[in-house]
């Protein structure tokens, strides 16, 4: 419980019916997927409860964020934003801490459709966003979170790839520019919206500080609040009378799939033709969609329930499934969709590929066309258990990714024969790639049990087996590097870079009360 | 039943706000992206299905006590089901269903319902009815000239919004019924509330009494098949009753019923309705009209940490709610265009009256209503037609505050006006 003169005080920033401490209310943010595994990593039984907040606030001005991050620091309240918070970065970790709950701040501001981007505050979702976008011929990069989760978080401050990132990048890379209310309560408007109003380049004239916000995947919520966002949008390949309209009844959605749009699923007997071929849909800018899993993932990809996922990975998928990716062709135009076309089967040709959708081995109906631009096709991981995490996450090479999911293979398959995890025979992992196959990013999709306490142990002994794996083999920062502890393990042999991190944290909150458990502490603990 | 049996579900709830909207697939635009209005109208995370199901379990595992909070987000939930339609594209979990529980076990430890509930509970109790009305006046609504068939097996269950509320619903489907020679009787002041209200707050020991009443009531007279007007009476008889009181009637909903009698050419709308109107979905005549199959099986581990339930377990995700029969009979009304809105049939946005919000929290039952008046103005329609009476009186409420000029209907009353062209 905050004191009656602090609470007082945020309630008469927000207005009494925008703020509790209601115990009820309180524990739906204590509650969060994934904390199970944190609780396990500390020494305790799995659960989904964490910490209980203090109060939550529902600010729905930047004034109002800024007043109630400068009541933090002059009371010593420790903070954490969040916007549909999904995860344990979104809870807060110490009893005396307020969560603010960006939920009323959930407009549009501003569709800039000839200079493409798009202005949105922290809790217009990427279904929302999309929506509103291609009634202008637009999209943006939805991270794969899923089409319910919050942009602005992911260009700010998480992670970002995507289904779409052949075509859309990643998320932090669309970044133009934000308002950002810092720990400290000042304001600071980054990119080119400084200088001239406009939002057009992040990197200025005006302070370009993409690199100081997010770092490697972000701050998870431990630098202040971001209270809008400028991010890039793209061209929908689509004509312009052609309008979203879904019919039917779950479970089986109809879409009515644009024009000049076809998928492949180009499969290769190994790593050794998966990775040339990849390499060359990605260098040639051809494609919206380009990823893989394992034979279950591509069972669980088009489906639309898991009994009918379980049906078609013994129906076929398992025998014919081996290296393979998923392609979604987009195209304005006849002319450029049949170049595409062309383009993915003489890929697939040099290197020995098969196309398992012509082969009739799996057939995505129209909803899954649909749900792979919408950003919902990793959602369907969840079918099998109610829960998957992710472990590794590096992002570098189209060859380290492979490499990756070669040295994860046996480490999965070991758990697996334990009965912790789910069985893809170790062979589950996501890959995409981003600018030109410039980059790529893998992880490996883990299916577990949370209502099992054997299960999350096991998944956790996996995590952090796979996060010392990517330590020793140099595989790149997995995804849940984060909190004093586990940044101090990985500094020493990652150039140090913890203490970077720290001159930053303690710059912009010098008080340290932007919680700072999924981000770096100003000074280490020992 | 009990919290214990959804202990699992409540665990693995993975708080990703899809219980927020409708399926995220369906979603055509911002404005009309939700599908809970209790979270569109309280904001705190607690106010979704998810929210919910965490707070239950929250309770389950002693980590909180009742509180008068924690009352009120309990209760300030239309128990619309439509969580429970967005969870359910991807988890195996029941929020809705999970809700209740938690309503009935607030009223066996004797801290729910709320006031304004306990008060209309008790005048079901003593006048059959929660709008305190005296018995005598259930059947005020008759006019002189129906005719009803006092041995027929077909009863026509007013309930007793359109008793007594609503009359010109009962009136209208009591018309289309002669119309159409199909014979049937009433119950008139013999006539019970179907329990809808009590059940949906979680009484659901004196919801059990009333359902066992009417079954009684119903078996002694012969009834064979029961036709109601009002989405809420269809839900209670067709899908709430049988999970606790045998029985073997068949429950069917006017709009059903017309839909058959089109086609077979027994009721003949001639008179041109020249109208442009939109549909709104009841959430008791649509998704929450599903019936529960009963289960049994058992779980089985198919893959590691890969669960089935074997047999195959019915997914009661509303896909098998009355959503095609009210479309086919407006579409078949002479002068009538059907508009859609962008939240319809399984992912209908809620009118806002249900589940003793109308009665608890008219603010809230007003703004979910003037939510769905807004989505039917973006249609261009001029009216707005349902097929429920406590859908009607909320929009219609609605409509009213606004100084609205788009016309209600329900659909009893288009269709009993595309008969006149008979007379």
Not at chain 1, 11 to 37: C, N, R
Not at chain 1, 238 to 263: F, L, N, R
Not at chain 1, 472 to 485: E, H, R, S, T, Y
Not at chain 2, 97 to 112: K, P
Request: glycine letters at 8%; charged letters at 25%.
């Amino acid at each position: 419980m905050l004191e009656p003169d602090v609470y007082g005080k945020l309630s008469a920033i927000v207005g009494e019916k925008f703020i509790t401490q209601s115990p009820a209310i309180l524990d739906t943010y204590a509650f969060q997927w994934g904390t199970e595994i944190e609780s396990v990593q500390r020494g305790k039984e799995p659960t989904r409860f964490g910490t209980r907040p203090a109060a939550v606030v529902l600010p729905e001005t930047t004034d109002e964020v800024q007043a109630i991050v400068k009541i933090c620091n002059e009371h010593d309240i420790k903070f954490k934003a969040l916007s549909t918070g999904m995860g344990p970065w979104a809870g807060v970790s110490h009893t005396r801490s307020i969560q603010i709950d960006l939920r009323r701040m959930n407009r549009i501001i501003e569709i800039d459709a000839k200079n493409m981007y798009a202005v949105i505050e922290p809790y217009v979702t990427n279904a929302e966003l999309q929506a509103e976008l291609f009634k202008y011929g637009l999209m943006h990069h939805a991270q794969g979170a899923g089409p319910q989760t919050s942009p602005l978080a992911s260009h700010t401050s998480f992670v970002g790839p995507g289904f779409t990132s052949p075509y859309t990048g990643f998320s932090g890379r669309n970044l133009l520019g934000a308002e950002w209310v810092l720990p400290n309560g000042e304001l600071l408007k980054i990119g080119s919206y400084e200088h001239s109003g406009k939002w057009f380049s992040g990197d200025g004239p005006g302070f370009s500080m993409r690199g100081v916000i997010r770092g490697w995947m972000g701050a998870y919520g431990g630098l202040g609040v971001f209270t809008k966002a400028a991010i890039k949008l793209y061209s929908w390949p689509a004509p312009s009378d052609w309008k979203w309209e879904i019919s039917g009844t779950v479970p089986h959605y109809e879409w009515k799939i644009p024009p000049y749009w076809k998928m492949f699923v180009l499969n290769f007997t190994e790593w050794e033709q998966f990775e040339p071929a990849f390499y060359e849909v990605n260098d040639h800018d051809a494609v919206m969609m380009a990823s893989c899993s394992s034979a279950e993932g591509l069972a669980g990809l088009f489906t639309d329930t898991k009994m009918e996922a379980i049906e078609a990975i013994f129906g076929g998928v398992l025998l014919h499934a081996k290296r393979y990716f998923i392609v979604l062709v987009t195209a304005h135009t006849e002319r450029e969709f049949n170049y595409r076309t062309k383009l993915i089967k003489a890929i697939m040709e040099k290197h020995g590929g098969n196309d398992l959708i012509e082969d009739g081995v799996i057939v995505p109906r129209d909803s899954h066309y649909a749900e792979s631009v919408r950003n919902m096709l990793g959602g369907h991981a969840f079918r099998f258990s109610n829960c998957f995490q992710s472990t590794h996450g590096g992002m570098d090479s189209i060859s380290l990714a492979v490499r990756i999911a070669e040295i994860n293979q046996p480490i999965k398959a070991k758990y697996i024969e334990k009965g912790v995890i789910g069985d893809d025979r170790g062979e589950g992992v996501w890959t995409t790639a981003y600018e030109g196959g410039h980059t790529a990013h893998l992880e490996v999709p883990t299916v577990y049990n949370a209502a099992s306490v054997e299960s999350c142990k096991g998944y956790t002994e996996y995590q952090d087996e796979c996060n010392e794996v990517d330590l020793q083999n140099a595989l790149g920062m997995p995804f849940f590097i984060v909190g004093d502890k586990v940044h101090d393990y990985y500094g020493p042999r990652t150039m140090d870079y913890p203490k970077w991190l720290r001159k930053i944290k303690a710059t912009f909150d010098p008080k340290g009360v932007g919680d700072s458990s999924h981000y770096i502490s100003a000074s280490k603990k020992e | 039943m009990s919290l214990e049996q959804f202990e699992e579900m409540m665990d693995s709830c993975v708080r990703c706000s899809k219980c927020k909207y409708i399926p995220q697939i369906a979603i055509k635009s911002k404005r009309f992206s939700h599908v809970c209005p209790s979270i569109q109208y309280y904001n705190f995370h607690a106010y979704s299905g998810g929210g919910r199901m965490i707070m239950a379990n929250a309770y389950h595992k002693g980590r909180l006590e009742w509180t008068p909070e924690m009352l009120d987000v309990l209760y300030q939930c239309t128990n619309c089901g439509g969580c429970d339609v967005a969870c359910k594209w991807v988890y195996d979990f029941e929020p809705n269903e999970v809700i209740h529980e938690l309503r009935t076990l607030a009223v066996e430890e004797g801290v729910g319902p709320m006031p304004a509930h306990k008060k209309y509970i008790e005048l079901v109790k003593k006048n059959q009815n929660p709008y305190g009305e005296p018995i005598e006046k259930r059947s005020d609504w008759l006019p002189e000239d129906v005719e009803l068939d006092e041995n027929s097996t077909t009863l026509y269950f007013v309930g007793c919004t359109a008793s007594l509320r609503r009359e010109e619903i009962a009136r209208s489907t009591a018309k289309i019924l002669n119309a159409a020679k199909e014979p049937f009787r009433i119950l008139g002041s013999d006539e019970m509330c179907c329990g809808s209200p009590v059940y949906r707050v979680g009484d659901r020991k004196s919801a059990i009494e009333i359902m066992s009443s009417n079954v009684k009531h119903f078996t002694k007279l012969g009834i064979k098949r029961i036709i109601t007007s009002c989405a809420g009476c269809f839900n209670m008889l067709k899908t709430e009753y049988p999970r606790f009181v045998e029985h073997d009637f068949e429950v069917i909903h006017i709009s059903q019923l017309v839909d058959e009698l089109l086609k077979e050419g027994r009721l003949k709308p001639t008179k041109e309705i020249p109208l442009k109107v939109t549909y709104h979905d009841p959430c008791h005549l649509g998704r929450m009209s599903e019936p529960y199959e009963p289960y049994e099986g058992e779980k089985v581990e198919l893959l590691s940490q890969v669960f089935i339930w074997d047999p195959p377990k019915p997914l009661r995700q509303g896909t098998n709610g009355v959503y095609d029969a009210p479309r086919n009979v407006l579409k078949q009304l002479p002068g009538v265009e059907l508009v859609e809105m962008e939240r319809i049939r399984e992912y209908s946005y809620c009118c806002g009256a249900g589940a003793g919000c109308k009665s608890a929290y008219p603010d809230f039952a007003l703004f979910a209503a003037n939510e769905r008046v807004e989505e039917a103005k973006s249609t261009g329609a001029n009216a707005l037609v349902s097929a429920c009476p406590f859908c009607k009186t909320n929009l219609q409420d609605a409509l009213s505050t606004r100084d609205d000029p788009m016309d209600f209907y329900d659909l009893t009353q288009l269709v009993a006006k595309s008969l006149e062209g008979d007379e």
